[in-house]
């Protein structure tokens, strides 16, 4: 089992650019979500989804875009990437049962 | 909403001294709650979790957690540490909403260093 897969684990980008952040589970889990982590700010909830075809905001959603149009992917669009979003990147999944998360091992983005 | 405060952002130990992290959370309704471990450079791992049943959960490298519903705290102990376990440890809440939970939110973690 891979469990969640995040692509890619670098990137670099300019003030503007567009980028995706993939993530994809095989567990066939409901819930999926994006964090973003800061130091001492600990993880902060971008987006979540409870199934397909279903999105809904975190605590810091803006300049961010998802969508879930299968169960098992849930991209992160960054549209016009800013300094401020220069951050590690967490995608992670479960059942809506437990809240219980598995997590990919992260993406780290750097916005120049 | 929910919201979980973890009161220390770092704690110095000594190899084989005992330790305590707390977290505080509060939410108007049942909650699940869990402790999540990240060593460094790597994903955050479950490290226990509490939902429902004995209040006091225990991890299998020796970490336990009770849920204290009255004070609101589901504090993160260990009687003896070993260097091995220097990692930044996160407290986070779930809102128990009958069909299901939603919208795990995390502490801004505490960093454990345990020195020889």
């Known amino acids: 089992n891979a469990g969640v897969t995040q692509t890619p684990k670098f990137q670099v980008l300019k003030t503007g650019q567009s980028m995706t952040l993939q993530c994809a589970q095989d567990?066939?889990?409901?819930?999926m979500s994006w964090y973003r982590q800061d130091p001492g700010m600990g993880l902060r909830l971008i987006h979540y989804s409870v199934g397909a075809g279903i999105t809904d905001q975190g605590e810091v959603p803006n300049g961010y875009n998802v969508s879930r149009s299968t169960t098992e992917d849930f991209p992160l669009r960054l549209l016009s990437a800013a300094p401020s979003q220069t951050s590690v990147y967490f995608c992670?999944?479960?059942?809506?049962?437990?809240?219980?998360?598995?997590f990919g091992e992260g993406s780290r983005l750097t916005v120049l | 909403a929910q919201s979980v405060t973890q009161l220390d952002s770092q704690v110095p130990v000594f190899e084989e001294a005992p330790v305590e992290l707390r977290c505080n959370y509060s939410s108007s309704v049942s909650v699940y709650l869990f402790w999540y471990v990240q060593y460094p450079n790597q994903g955050l791992q479950l490290l226990l979790k509490?939902?429902?049943?004995?209040?006091l959960v225990k991890s299998i490298n020796g970490f336990e957690a009770e849920f204290n519903k009255s004070q609101t705290s589901f504090h993160l102990r260990k009687p003896s540490v070993h260097i091995s376990d220097t990692a930044e440890y996160f407290c986070?809440?779930?809102?128990?909403?009958?069909?299901?939970?939603?919208?795990?939110?995390f502490g801004k973690g505490t960093k454990l260093t345990v020195n020889p």
């Open positions: 509490y939902l429902s049943g004995s209040t």
């Open positions: 986070a809440v779930s809102e128990w909403r009958g069909g299901g939970s939603e919208k795990l939110v």
């Open positions: 992670a999944s479960s059942t809506l049962f437990t809240g219980e998360l598995f």
């Open positions: 567990m066939n889990h409901e819930y």
